[in-house]
């Protein structure tokens, strides 16, 4: 390939592996890396994947765009649903699904709502979220903000509008939170897994061009870095031409 | 056998209202009970040439409901200080925030609920179906939970599981956007996503719909299971050329995102202490227009229009 992995592909391609064929799954709200990565595993590995639960299925789009619950990117898709089956689907849950926010902690939950103050007297406020019930119901949920610096990985979110793993195993049962929750958090520099014994976020693998150090300090918090950090599979020559042929068709991921 | 007198045939009496009267229905309304509800989804099917009118009616004090997604006419309802709380569980440009509902919110002009897709949906569903209340049994550690006040903890009356209850939720009135009716006011969404109107329509007081364009009783009745909202459902229709601008109408017309984002930049210039161009931007829009085409000469005529047509019939 003559043109270098952007960040955008490099996460688009670590997502696309993770999914499965004959899974359900959606994209949520901020859409454009996880659709293509829905759409990259489809060609790949995963040709019975459905898309559903966010009142279409299958769309086939013919580009990307930065949000999927737009007609010109669902306007070609297999069937339509409305909010009512919205409300079964997110009781049901899907196999996976994808949410980033405002803030992500380090047991991977997501604050949509404020950044200082308070609910009624923000510093800042966010658009909130409309589906929280995904992350839970769901098998298991990636994170995949596209910008990771100190200021958005937080110790600790102001507000909990996506439960991640809360505060670790115990708070998670407590809640009633049986599922697995998020699996892997994947940025534009690294991708970030979860300590199995108490569900906080490490360092997993730093793209090509990253160091661990470097994606240290550009994380709110401790990533439990021990040893060597190994880099992240790039995309192979197949998934690289899959991608930009049939799928970034405008080239999104590369802006 | 008796005759059949010409006055024994009452006539069947239309839906079709104009603009400026469907605002005024709606503003009397909402001045009973202030919540108004809007259809659509983000930028696609709002009724926004409705929102224009009921704002140049002088509507305050409203509480907002929607379809789960709310953005560009919420943020001008309350760049127009026409409201007082909101019900919403995202409001977003999706790619930028809201800029007045930001503002209005970290200024405490404006109360914002937090809440999430199925309190709105299950309080509605209640509403339509006429039951006391929905149960949901898919909410858990988020502190939306803790904040939002539409939902109730309750034991479930067969696992005795703590699950939660959204009483209805009854608009005043809702707004919806469709692409064609009849002049009876049975709608047709023609768009792929019908999003919430069904449901909106099933469980408000008041609908007050906006068409494209209204189609002869024969287009309805050659094809019945094409009707997505009853005209039992609906009060009064008005048929607006380009109504949803600048949200979209497919497969009618595209959304205006370059519209809409020179708009948020004059909702962050207002943000950060310069309200000139958004004051400019309501007078021009909202309340100078005297009709729609008033509105479509002033955000740049049929021809700039027309792009937006093609992109729809192109994508």
Known sequence: ?255 | MMTIDHKMNPTRQSKVMGLDDAAILARDALRERPDLCLGGLFKQGRPVALVRALLAAGAQGLHLYSSPGAGYDVDLMIAAGAVEEMFLPGVTLENRLCPNFRSAVEGGQVTAHALDALTVVGGLMASANGVPFQPIDALRGSDVLKHNPLIREIDCPFTGRRIHAVGPIRPRVTFLHAQEADRWGNLRHLSTMVYADQLMARASDMVIASVDRIVPDEVILDDPTRVTVPSHYVKAVVEVPFGAHPTASYPNYAMDEEHIDAYADLGDAARVGDRAGLEAYIARHVTEPKSQDDYIKAVGGPEYLARLEAEARDR
């Open chain 1, 1 to 255: 390939m003559s043109v270098a992995v952007s960040p955008l592909e490099q996460m688009v391609v670590v997502l696309a592996r993770d999914l499965a064929d004959a899974e359900l799954g959606a994209a949520g709200a901020a859409a454009l890396v996880p659709m293509a990565a829905i759409a990259l595993a489809r060609e790949m590995h995963a040709p019975n994947l459905t898309v559903g639960g966010e009142m279409f299925f299958n769309p086939q789009p013919g580009r990307l765009y930065p949000s999927m619950l737009d007609d010109r990117a669902l306007g070609h898709c297999e069937a339509a649903e409305t909010f009512i089956e919205l409300f079964g689907h997110s009781h049901h849950g899907l196999d996976f699904f994808f949410h980033s926010g405002l803030q992500h902690d380090a047991y991977g939950n997501i604050n949509l709502h404020h950044v200082g103050g308070t609910l009624h007297a923000p510093k800042m406020r966010g658009p909130g979220a409309a589906n929280l019930s995904y992350s839970h119901t769901s098998t298991r949920f990636y994170i995949c903000p596209t910008v990771h610096n100190a200021r958005n990985f937080v110790e600790k979110v102001d507000f909990l509008t996506i439960p991640g793993h809360l505060s670790g195993p115990e708070s998670k049962r407590e809640a009633g939170l049986t599922n697995e929750g998020p699996r892997f958090v994947v940025t534009p520099r690294a991708v970030m897994d979860f300590d199995e014994k108490t569900l906080r976020m490490r360092l997993k693998s730093v793209h090509a061009g990253n160091t661990p150090e470097e994606v240290q300090r550009q994380t709110g918090f401790d990533l439990a870095i021990t040893g060597e950090v190994p880099q992240t599979p790039p995309p192979t020559d197949e998934e690289l031409a899959v991608l930009r042929q049939r799928i970034d068709t405008t080239g999104a991921l590369r802006v």
